[in-house]
């Protein structure tokens, strides 16, 4: 992303919810207003101590320059501060502060120790908090629509006997790019849609909180999963999933394959059911071409 593009992210309204030890919210929001030139900013910030505006706890300003880093990364450069009392600003004095940061469009990530993690605050003046596309990305060798055909694919948590099936993968992305749809189809060779043994419907989108592209999906077949994709390499795309099936708890890791051409291949590396392993039903391969 261009410098340019980031830093007209930063300006805007932003808010964080913080549980104190006393088990009460108390909300962090910051105004940052634009400075002297591109990379400069003004924030005002105002900690309030539950629902009223008139529980606040703090308020002050910095003057700050944000410097790229790397990537998406900027650090936070404090020029000078000053504390609000009663709605007055004070003298201003040097600030000796320094952090990085990112905004992932409507989120703004602050990082101040690694070990610790970030703080993740969400823009309020905006119409809607729509997630930056570029953030499932990743999942763009799914789109389109996949056939092919398998033998012998049954399942005990998934309801499917032994059978030869035509399976059908289409996907296609909403229209703000930042969440994808996707419908699985399985069914007897030759046979009409409304005879599908199973039908999946899936949504994959990327979780702020998680920091992770995750999925949810229901079967014709009465099972519903949440997927986490915990690792990506070379096109190759690997999800834990986990859920309830009429036949109990399942969970599985499942490898999307993408290193070849216009190919899709679904692999289950594992599957457990009610914490036994399907050992018959591992390393169940099926391979779909790309058809549009």
């Known amino acids: 992303m261009p410098i340019e593009e980031q830093l007209s992210l930063v300006s805007g309204t932003w808010t964080r919810d913080q549980i104190t030890a006393e088990g009460n919210v108390r909300t962090w929001t910051k105004v940052i207003e634009k400075g002297k030139n591109p990379s400069q900013f ?18 002050w300003q910095l003057e700050f320059e944000a410097v790229p880093v790397a ?3 900027l ?9 609000i009392v009663d709605g007055k600003p004070q003298k201003w004095n040097k600030a000796n502060i320094s952090y990085v940061f990112q905004v992932d469009q409507n989120f703004y990530h602050e990082l101040w120790d690694l070990a610790a993690g970030s703080f993740r605050y969400r823009r309020v003046d905006a119409l809607s908090s729509v997630i930056d596309a570029s953030n499932i990305d990743v999942l763009n060798p799914l789109l389109g629509k996949y056939q092919g055909e398998s033998n012998d694919i049954s399942s005990k948590a998934y309801g499917a006997r032994k059978a030869s099936v035509s399976v059908t993968s289409t996907a296609e992305l909403g229209g703000t790019g930042s969440v994808m749809k996707l419908t699985w189809a399985s ?12 039908e ?9 909180s ?16 949440n997927g986490v994709l915990i690792s990506v390499n070379n096109n190759k795309l690997l999800w834990e ?10 969970f599985e890791l499942c490898l999307f394959d993408f290193t070849e051409k216009d190919t899709f291949k679904h692999v289950i590396l594992k599957r457990t059911l009610n914490g036994i392993p399907q050992l018959e039903e591992e390393n ?5 071409k790309k058809v549009e």
């Open 42 to 59: 003004l924030e005002t910030i105002t900690i309030v101590n539950g629902a009223s505006s008139d529980a606040t706890v703090n308020k």
């Open 241 to 250: 999933r986990t859920g309830e099936s009429p036949a109990g708890k399942l």
């Open 210 to 225: 998680k920091g992770k592209v995750v999925k949810q999906y229901q079967t014709s077949t009465g099972v519903m999963m």
């Open 75 to 83: 650090n936070f450069n404090g020029l000078r501060q000053r504390n």
């Open 284 to 288: 169940e391969t099926i391979i779909l």
């Open 71 to 73: 990537g998406k990364f």
């Open 200 to 208: 999946a419907f899936a949504v994959f989108s990327y979780s702020p």
């Open 187 to 198: 069914k007897p060779k030759g046979e009409p849609n409304k005879k599908a043994f199973m």
